[in-house]
């Protein structure tokens, strides 16, 4: 079965330096990849996605992902982290040959210290 | 542009209690889904439907109906609430399958808490 790993369940980075989130993925198949961002009493917003083409994708906001298959991974950067973007993160998979289902990892709540 | 409008915000109900959790759509939308968030967990998918009429299971849809009768709307029924189901639920709504690269469009969801 389909799985998604965020290894981090919180970092804490001062305002101003950069910013790595990590998944990973278990699937069978080309998959494709998303990061949403949830403030505090808000749904998700979709920061970016990837689906094919270009492995280093851009996001709103300033973020940016890379997938890399060997690693089956698609890591969530952003080089000059704002207090605006303390938040959760959630990575999520989905793919056509497992249907109409998308799996998300457990998230990863980001804290900026000033 | 309401986009994803979920109702209510916040309900609290007894063990054993019915309701129904409201999730309407204004972007002709053929696939909506309900998930719901619990701490550590990330979103489960509960129930979803690839169209008016046309439902099936999520990841976790024990003790939970959906129906489908538009486009609009998809509601999440509880049917007797219990302790564990205090979770918040969250509708989306997107153009294609999941399983596709169409993003999901989340409403702000709904907290529910039952005693």
């Known amino acids: 079965a389909q799985s998604v790993t965020q290894p981090d369940i919180h970092i804490t980075v001062s305002e101003g330096a950069s910013l790595e989130l990590r998944c990973n993925y278990s699937?069978?198949?080309?998959?494709?990849l998303f990061w949403y961002v949830q403030s505090p009493g808000q749904g998700l917003q979709l920061l970016l996605k990837?689906?094919?083409?270009?492995?280093l994708v851009q996001g709103i906001k300033g973020f940016e992902a890379e997938f890399k298959r060997s690693q089956s991974s698609f890591n969530l950067r952003k080089p000059s982290v704002h207090w605006s973007d303390a938040a959760e993160y959630f990575c999520a998979v989905g793919a056509r040959e497992y249907g109409n289902k998308l799996v998300f990892g457990a998230g990863t709540i980001l804290r900026v210290k000033s | 542009n309401a986009g994803v409008t979920q109702t209510p915000k916040f309900q609290v109900l007894k063990t054993g209690q019915s309701m129904t959790l409201q999730c309407a759509q204004d972007m002709n939308h053929e696939y909506m889904s309900w998930y719901r968030q619990d701490p550590g967990m990330g979103l489960r998918l509960i129930h979803y439907?690839?169209?008016?009429?046309?439902?099936d299971q999520g990841e976790v849809p024990n003790g939970y109906n959906v129906s489908r009768s538009t486009t609009e709307d998809f509601p999440l029924r509880l049917l007797s609430a219990a302790p564990s189901q205090t979770s918040v639920y969250f509708c989306?709504?997107?153009?294609?399958?999941?399983?596709?690269?169409?993003?999901?469009?989340f409403g702000d969801g709904t907290r529910l808490s039952i005693l």
């Open positions: 439907s690839v169209g008016a009429g046309i439902t």
């Open positions: 990837y689906f094919s083409g270009d492995t």
């Open positions: 989306a709504s997107s153009t294609g399958t999941f399983g596709s690269n169409q993003p999901q469009h």
């Open positions: 699937y069978g198949a080309t998959p494709y």
